[in-house]
C-alpha cells in the first residue's frame, strides 16, 4: 500500500504493509502495469513519492471546494467554477481509480476493500447527480456534499501514523472497552443520585437525562442546560469534574503505551532495496545485504 512514512520508525510498518498489499492484491508482471504498480502503490521511488504528494494536494483541494460550495454567498456567484472545479476533480478521481483497478492483477480484491470504497465514493456522487437528476430531488444536494467530503478518507492511505495508529488502538481495545464500561457504570451510578438529589423541578426530569448531564459534565463539557440547584448536587458534580480529568486521561495514556511498545519494538528499518527489492536490513545499513546494491544512494532512498 503506497504510504509516505514520517519516521525511521514507521518504515518497517510501510514495508510491511506493501508486502501484504502485494500478497493479498498481485503485483502484476506486464512491464507497463509493473511501472504503473511501482508509481500508484509503492512510495520508494521518486515518481510514486511525486504521485502520492501530487494526490494529496489533490485531495486537499477536492475537500476545500466541498466545504467553500456549501458557503451560498460563495456559490449566489461563483455555481459555475464550482461546478467545473467538481468536474475536474471527479475525472481526476476516476482516472486515478482506473489505473488502480488496471494496475494490480485483482482488481475485484481492491474494488470491494475499505480504500477502494473510498475511492469510489469520492467518485460516485458526482456521476450519480448528472445521469440520474432524480436523485438530486430525493436527496438534499448538502447530502451529496456531505458525501464527497470523504474524500478526505483517501488521505490515510498515504501517511503510514495512520495505520501505526490503527494497530495501536486495536491493540489496546480490550483495555478501552474495561474504561469505556466503567465510565458507564460510574455515570449511571451518579446519574442516578443526582436524580433523586436535584429531582424533576431542577431539570432532571428522569435517570436518562441525568446521565445525559454526568457524561457532558465528566467530559468537561457542561453545557449548561441542566444545572444543579441544591447544595450537594453542586459537591457531586464538582466532584464530577474533577474526575473528568483523571477520566480523560486514561486512555490516552494506554493508547500511548501501545505505541511506545510498538515503537521500541520495531528495531529494524526494512528499506526495500532498489536493485533486488529484498527487504529486512538493519536500521544503520548502507548496502544491500543480497546484492550489495546502496541503500542510501539518491536512487534507493
Known amino acids: 500500500m503506497t504510504t509516505i512514512g514520517l519516521t525511521s520508525a514507521s518504515a518497517s510498518s510501510v514495508a510491511a504493509a506493501q508486502s501484504a498489499f502485494a500478497a493479498r492484491y498481485g503485483r502484476p508482471e506486464e512491464p507497463w502495469r509493473l511501472r504503473l504498480y511501482t508509481i500508484i ?19 486537499l483541494a477536492s475537500v476545500l471546494v466541498v466545504i467553500l ?12 467554477l464550482f461546478g ?17 483497478l488496471v494496475s494490480i492483477r485483482h482488481p475485484l480484491r481492491y474494488a470491494t476493500s475499505f480504500f477502494g470504497l ?11 447527480a448528472f445521469f440520474v437528476p432524480p436523485v438530486s430531488a430525493l436527496f438534499n444536494v448538502r ?48 446519574g442516578s443520585v443526582m436524580y433523586v438529589v436535584e429531582g424533576p423541578e431542577n431539570g432532571f426530569t428522569s435517570i436518562p437525562v441525568a446521565m445525559y ?15 444543579p440547584k441544591t447544595d450537594l448536587g453542586r459537591f457531586i458534580a464538582s466532584c464530577m ?23 521500541i519494538r520495531r528495531s529494524v528499518d526494512t528499506i526495500r532495496c532498489p536493485g533486488c527489492q529484498i527487504e529486512g536490513h538493519e536500521a544503520d545499513a548502507l548496502f544491500c545485504r543480497r546484492c550489495g546494491h546502496g541503500l542510501r544512494t539518491p536512487e534507493g532512498g
Open 41 to 59: 502503490f509503492e512510495s520508494d521511488t521518486p515518481a510514486g513519492r511525486r504521485f502520492d504528494l501530487a494526490l494529496i494536494l489533490l485531495i
Open 69 to 80: 460550495d456549501s458557503v451560498d454567498s460563495l456559490t449566489a456567484g461563483h455555481d459555475r
Open 84 to 100: 467545473a472545479l467538481e468536474w475536474i476533480f471527479t475525472i481526476a478521481f476516476t482516472l486515478e481509480y482506473a489505473a488502480r
Open 118 to 128: 473510498v475511492d469510489l465514493l469520492a467518485i460516485l456522487p458526482t456521476y450519480v
Open 143 to 190: 447530502l451529496l456534499r456531505l458525501i464527497r467530503i470523504f474524500r478526505v478518507l483517501k488521505l490515510s492511505e498515504y501517511v503510514s501514523e495512520f495505520g501505526f495508529l490503527g494497530d495501536a488502538l486495536v491493540a489496546s481495545r480490550r483495555k478501552i472497552t474495561v474504561f469505556i464500561g466503567f465510565v458507564l457504570i460510574l455515570v449511571a451510578i451518579l
Open 213 to 227: 448531564w454526568g457524561i457532558s459534565t465528566m467530559t468537561t463539557v457542561g453545557f449548561g442546560d441542566i444545572t
Open 241 to 263: 469534574m474533577l474526575l473528568g480529568w483523571g477520566i480523560l486521561a486514561v486512555p490516552t495514556g494506554i493508547v500511548t503505551a501501545e505505541m511506545t511498545f510498538r515503537s
